[in-house]
């Protein structure tokens, strides 16, 4: 099993930036694809949007929305996953979510993710 656990949200104005955290522990395997995901208020679960995701070999992809402004990351000593996020904008207000998978596929889709975090909420005003 694996076990995530985020940190790092808040409030910021438009233009203002935060950095995520999630710390993983578990099955080092079954967590060979990390992603974050974030979910509107009024959405439910198959709602929520890939924002990015980083594999075993630290490559990364990237929503288009986000492309230029945020940036994942991982240290695989510390067991942690990061989001930086620069430049927010208020439609980048939602919960975020930490997720894991063995694999990564071309698809950033919540289904394919078994293991989640219980979010860390982001609020970007104007």
């Known amino acids: 099993q694996v076990q995530l656990v985020e940190s790092g949200g808040g409030s910021v104005q438009a233009g203002g930036s935060l950095k995520l955290s999630c710390t993983a522990s578990g099955d080092t395997y079954r967590r060979g694809c990390m992603a974050w995901f974030r979910q509107v208020e009024g959405k439910g679960r198959e709602g929520r949007e890939g924002v990015a995701s980083i594999d075993r070999t630290a490559r990364a992809r990237y929503a288009d929305n986000v492309k230029g402004r945020f940036t994942i990351s991982k240290d695989n000593a510390k067991n942690t996953l990061y989001l930086l996020m620069n430049t927010l904008e208020p439609e980048d207000t939602a919960m975020y979510y930490c997720?894991?998978?063995?694999?990564?596929?071309?698809?950033?889709?919540?289904?394919?993710?078994?293991?989640w975090g219980q979010g860390t909420h982001v609020t970007v005003s104007s």
């Open positions: 997720a894991a998978s063995a694999l990564c596929l071309p698809h950033l889709a919540p289904r394919d993710f078994p293991y």
